[in-house]
Structures are given as C-alpha cells and as structure tokens.
Nanobody
Framework: QVQLVESGGALVQAGGSLRLSCTAS????????MNWFRQAPGKEREGVLC????????YYVDSVKGRFTISRDNTKNTLYLQMNSLKPGDAAMYYC????????????????WGQGTQVTVSS
C-alpha cells in the first residue's frame, strides 16, 4: 500500500525555521522524484521544490530561493524540506508528492500524495 506521511508543521514566528519530513512506503522511493507543494487558504496549490531520483533540486517558487532546501534520505525513504527565514506568505498546508524519476511543476503529473502538514507563520 502506497503511503506518504508528512510531519513537522507548526506555528512559528516570522524569521524562524522549520524542517518538514515526508516518510514514504509502498513504492520504490529511490526511483521517484519527490516534490513539495503548498496551498494557502483562498489560493491555488503551487509546487515549491522538487528533488529528482538523482538528487538534483528544482525551484518552482522564486521567493523561497536562498531560504528553502529540499533533500532526501533514501535509506530512510524520507523527504525533507528545510525552511529558514520564514515569512507570513509561507503559511500554508504543505504536501509531498511523488512521480517517477524526474521532476515536474505540474501537480497533475504526480502519482502519490500525502495528507499534508500545516505551517503557520505569525508576524
């Protein structure tokens, strides 16, 4: 059974940091690209960062460059999102998603999704 479980979301003050995790099971994690998406109330879902099966990262949101870093640990089937210098605009439900091998900015191309973890940023 395929499962993606996000964790690490919290309430944090602007300027603070969080590390989100996504633990995967039921599919060959090491052969999949993994993407973090986010959705804030009243806004559409957007892709944030992706890491492909070779470990190459792709940024889809300019505002997080220099602040967010994506990584993966294939021995633990776990994806991470390190978020530094958080801003109120980063507040959203964050989701991890998986597709084969290479990254895509299109959420519709992802096969598997987690339930999300909430990030709240106070100003």
């Amino acid at each position: 059974q395929v499962q993606l479980v996000e964790s690490g979301g919290a309430l944090v003050q602007a300027g603070g940091s969080l590390r989100l995790s996504c633990t995967a099971s039921g599919f060959p994690f090491r052969l999949h690209a993994m993407n973090w998406f986010r959705q804030a109330p009243g806004k559409e879902r957007e892709g944030v960062l992706c890491i492909d099966a070779s470990g190459t990262s792709t940024y889809y949101v300019d505002s997080v460059k220099g602040r967010f870093t994506i990584s993966r640990d294939n021995t633990k089937n776990t994806l991470y999102l390190q978020m530094n210098s958080l801003k109120p605009g980063d507040a959203a439900m964050y989701y991890c998603a998986a597709r084969s091998l290479t990254c895509s900015g299109s959420g519709s191309s992802y096969n598997y999704w987690g339930q999300g973890t909430q990030v709240t940023v106070s100003s």
